[in-house]
């Protein structure tokens, strides 16, 4: 043969399958240009110059690691698709005369063509838009800095070698499949599955019980902490109960609606939910990918753009003052010092100071079961773990000037989330509950609004100090000490607040034996919405790449079930259905699979919502109004886009089996 019949064979089967190759390839270029872009920014030298760049690049890190993993699964996933509709195309040569060597060697000049092409343009695509996404990122995470044009070395071969990797791979597994087919078997390939499945009950339950198992540890979770490790449990459970409804509890439905026959026996239905039936097989794993990943979408967006936009409250629960320092078993002596180093910073710096906030406390966890508390150094478990702060009520009145009188043994207590009752048991001694306070105007605890925290008002010092030689004998080398804790608020410009606290943190330092920690808002506002915005722009980016696979599958089903079904639909118009009649069963047809996935997703979002709110509290969000109405606001822009793909969808649909 002449040597350029298999480049002009391959060139030619990409142009005759540019219906099913140009969406493949549009998938390719994106995946290269977003991976490249990802790994250029998470080892960008200039981001070490900006605060908080650690955690911005840890961030972006992880975004490549998902987006190259993401990346080998789904194009190995669209190559089946591809390799579905060309089995037939292969069969045929086969038939004819070629060999399975030639028709390999014509794979592999796809391949390559592809390959060469896609990675190329990805790069050139990815060159030419990283400047670009790089100012977009600067103005998401609130930083600006000078940029120069530069191509990153490492990213292109990182990404040369990636995508080189995962076309062999395909390769490697299109080869095995036709080595592996007799030319019979390849002509029938994409009909394969059209015997009806049967309904596989085992496999409905425990596609019911572990979806319902998903729901409830989301819907039962209280604490933020349990919520960390329970979170992916419930991702896992969710998933696996996705995947088994919708490949066999759908089966068993479309069988339950065969048996209703005033539903089944009318023209639309019968014809939809029969072809439904036969190919449910290959159906319900695109439906269940469609519908995990509308649901990775929806969290994503939802929980990023909410911790974006509530970056402000953040804020203000972590940093409640412009500064705070805490000293740790002070003498009265070293807080006198402390307190001196800080008067002599601010009237050196003619700052004025205002909100001024200062106590001592005991602070420490323990397990609540029922009404009592309790405290056990060796538990590892985090289930019921509480924060427990103390305070006398000499200095309770001193700093609210409240005036209270309490008993022996009894408190005033507020509860950070929910309320306890009229009593409680610590250390062997029950604590009488004079006053539940509805809020605690010591807010220094309140950034640590992970726990459920109480605030415990006790009669005097000696109750105090009975209770810290208790859990100093309980906890041992891990027990709390007494601290002192100072707050207040500056007036001033940014720059000379962190100014102050450097000098504050200076003369700290020159105290003798002092253990303190210090913070400042003004120093950690901008790895803050470093952090934040670079949460909003990996969930942007990595929102796009799920948004565009989920698009490219529901395109390729259709696509795919629409050959499928012309010769079938054509069989209908002969035996006398009308056109209008085959294109209301088309509509019934699309309708109940297209929007499935998204009503399945949506049901997620709304079992998952709780336990998303717990993991929101562990970044300092609580504003749970505010992330309702994103997750509200990205179901609905989801869902019109999902839309205009059903209307696009559905017209290349009907004109192929018309």
């Known amino acids: 043969m002449n040597n350029l019949f298999y480049p002009r064979m391959a060139v030619t089967n990409i142009k005759k399958n540019s219906k099913f190759y140009f969406p493949y390839f549009l998938t390719c270029i994106s995946t290269v240009t977003m991976f490249y872009i990802m790994h250029m920014i998470s080892i960008n030298k200039g981001l070490s110059k900006m605060p908080g760049a650690g955690s911005l690049k840890t961030v972006m890190g992880f975004g490549t690691v998902v987006i190259g993993i993401f990346s080998t699964i789904f ?68 930083f600006s800095v000078p940029l120069n044009f530069f191509i990153s070395t490492s990213s292109l071969v990182g990404t040369v070698l990636l995508f080189t990797g995962i076309f062999f791979v395909t390769l490697l597994w299109n080869l095995l499949q036709i080595t592996m087919s007799k030319p019979i078997e390849l002509l029938k390939g994409g009909n394969i599955g059209e015997r009806e499945p049967k309904s596989k009950v085992l496999i409905t339950i425990i596609g019911l019980i ?83 990943l509308s649901t990775m979408v929806l969290v994503m967006l939802s929980t990023t753009v909410s911790l974006y936009i509530g970056v402000e409250e953040q804020l203000e629960n972590r940093y409640p003052k412009d500064l705070a320092m805490t000293l740790y078993q002070p003498t009265e002596e070293e807080i006198t010092l402390a307190l001196q180093a800080v008067k002599d910073t601010v009237d050196r710096n003619h700052m004025p100071i205002n909100n001024l906030l200062d106590y001592r406390y005991l602070s420490f966890v323990a397990k609540k079961v029922g009404d009592t508390f309790i405290t056990d150094r060796e538990a590892n478990s985090m289930d019921n773990l509480q924060k427990l702060f103390f305070i006398t009520e000499d200095e309770y009145t001193r700093v609210t000037g409240e005036e209270i009188h309490l008993s022996e043994n009894e408190v005033l207590i507020h509860s950070s989330n929910g309320k306890m009752s009229d009593h409680f048991n610590l250390f062997n001694k029950e604590y009488r509950i004079l006053q539940h306070l509805s809020s605690f105007p010591l807010r220094g605890e309140y950034t640590s609004i992970v726990l459920n925290i109480h605030y415990i008002v006790v009669k005097d010092q000696a109750t105090l100090n009975e209770i810290y030689e208790n859990q100093l004998e309980a906890y041992s080398d891990r027990a709390s000490e007494y601290q002192y804790y100072l707050s207040f608020d500056m007036e001033g410009e940014k720059e000379e607040k962190i100014d102050i606290y450097r000098e504050v943190v200076q003369e700290l330092r020159e105290i003798e034996d002092v253990a303190f920690s210090i913070e400042n808002r003004q120093s950690m506002e901008d790895e803050i919405y470093v952090f934040y915005g670079g949460f909003l722009f990996l969930g942007l980016f990595l929102g796009t790449l799920f948004l565009m696979a989920t698009v490219l599958i529901i395109y390729y089903k259709q696509i795919s079930e629409g050959y499928d079904d012309k010769d079938r639909f054509e069989i209908m118009q002969k035996v006398g259905m009308s056109l209008e009649e085959v294109k209301n069963s088309v509509k019934s047809q699309i309708i109940k699979v297209f929007f499935l996935p998204l009503m399945m997703a949506i049901i997620h979002i709304i079992a998952a919502f709780k336990m998303i709110t717990k993991l929101l509290a562990v970044m300092n969000l609580t504003n749970i109004p505010l992330f309702m109405i994103c997750t509200v606001a990205t179901i609905l ?22």
């Open 75 to 142: 194009l190995f996933y669209t190559n089946s698709f591809l390799m579905k509709r060309r089995k037939k195309e292969l069969g045929l040569y086969n038939i004819l005369g070629m060999e399975k060597k030639h028709i390999a060697k014509i794979l592999l000049l796809e391949t390559m063509i592809t390959a060469v092409g896609t990675i190329t343009i990805g790069l050139l695509s990815g060159i030419v838009l990283s400047k670009l996404i790089f100012l977009i990122l600067f103005k998401v995470i609130n």
């Open 637 to 658: 822009i989801f869902g019109l886009i999902y839309g205009v793909v059903y209307s696009l969808t559905a017209k290349v649909y009907y004109r192929i089996v018309s």
């Open 210 to 292: 572990t979806l319902g198992a998903g729901y409830f540890i989301a819907l039962t979770t209280e604490s933020p902490l349990d919520a960390i490790p329970l979170f992916f449990v419930a991702v896992v459970l969710v998933i696996i109960g996705t995947y088994c409804l919708f490949t066999s509890g759908s089966i068993a439905l479309l069988k339950m609606l065969r048996k209703n026959k005033n539903y089944y026996y009318k023209t639309k239905n019968f014809v939809s939910v029969s072809g439904m039936i036969y190919r449910m097989k290959q159906n319900a794993v695109g439906l269940a990918n469609i519908c995990i």
